[in-house]
């Protein structure tokens, strides 16, 4: 699976995600910092990659556009830093990979994760 981590997340994600078997590309890389969310969700769609953020934007336009990709993994956690809140994304990571590679939505905060099928129904709550 790729993984596109917005400008939102560190670098750093990048080796810890290739650690994991992922490969990663972190966006600063590809396009300007300022570019639109939707500019992302674009070329992730494009290039087949999965957009890890911790922007609620994201999982906003999956809503209004009821698109059926990219899948999106939304972080709401404190500290990005954090160790064992790391091993935590990359153990739900792990669990819905195949999730993630059809079209979804993974939302993971402290100890909980969420995941919704792309795309999102208008009938289902807002994320």
């Known amino acids: 699976m790729r993984l596109l981590v917005d400008m939102n997340l560190s670098p750093e994600w990048v080796p810890l995600l290739v650690t994991h078997g992922w490969d990663a590309t972190h966006w600063s890389t590809i396009g300007p910092g300022n570019a639109p969310d939707s500019a992302l ?6 290039h087949q990659h999965v957009v890890l953020t911790q922007d609620l934007d994201f999982s906003q336009l999956l809503y209004t556009t009821h698109e ?20 935590h994304v990359f153990a739900a990571i792990a669990l819905a990979e195949a ?10 905060s402290g100890h909980r994760v969420r995941l919704r099928h792309l795309p999102i129904s208008p009938s289902s709550p807002q994320p």
């Open 99 to 108: 999730s993630l590679t059809a079209g979804a939505l993974l939302t993971i």
């Open 41 to 46: 969700m674009s070329w992730a769609r494009e």
């Open 68 to 87: 059926t990709g990219p899948s999106v993994i939304l972080l709401r956690m404190d500290n990005e830093f954090d160790a064992a809140a790391r091993d």
